[in-house]
């Protein structure tokens, strides 16, 4: 019978949860599924991160390049985010050129790591108007179920926090580029930011972490990011429903609890991967 009225009336089935201030999946409003976190999960990359939101599964690995810096910034390097959603992850996903979901992914991935300051740039050059790194972040979403904006900013920050690039020079005498593998170093990550998405129901109640049910069924998604210092990164609200202030503010706080939480996950990983060594 519960599994008949959820096909033919979906928004009416999630209704009668939300009156009763919880979700169909067991959870209440604003709790988060289980977050799990895998890091050097690619061993050819750079640095690597799986990341596991209840059933959403994204990983990503970073490709160091050595190129020659922007004309606009000579003494910095960058980064180049990129998210794939493959028919693998989703039958909503088509094989061919990435979708409208998937440039929207990477362009607000690119956005995050500017209004952050997750790295500084100009540690990324190794000569100017040369030679700088570039860092190729490859973002894969292996099984979709809502909330990707979530799951690829973690994997990204543990990516970065786990990369480690070797030592780059440019010998006087050719004007050619040296690299030494023998000498690696990490990444210095200057902040931590952490995504929160939301999604509205009939204008009015708000839950965290959205299944992909849940998505489709909202009247508006919202995203925040939040860094270590609870400083706001970004708020990405694509259309939907207005919010009013007062339910804008409370996402912001939900938003730095989460923070902490994430910041906690990935420290205890990093943590157990020195030990293991």
Known sequence: MAAGFKTAEPLEYHRSFLKENCRPDGRE?????PTTLN???ISTADGSALVKIGNTTVICGIKAELTMPPSDAPNKGYIVP????PPLCSSRFRPGPPGEQAQSASQFIADVIESSDLINMEELCIEKSK???VLYCDIMCLDYDGNLLDACIIALLAALRNAQLPEATINKETDLAEV???KKRHLNINRHPVGSSFAVFDDSII???PTV???????A??????DEEDRLCAVHKPGGTSLSGEKLQHCIHRAITRNKEISKLVDKVFESMKTAK
């Open 29 to 33: 409003l604003g709790e988060f599924r």
């Open 39 to 41: 890091i050097s999960s």
């Open 82 to 85: 990129n998210v794939d959603l």
């Open 131 to 133: 030679l700088c790194w």
């Open 180 to 182: 030494d593998i023998q």
């Open 207 to 209: 839950i965290v972490d």
């Open 213 to 219: 049910e849940e998505e489709s069924l909202s009247t």
């Open 221 to 226: 998604l919202l995203t925040v990011v939040t």
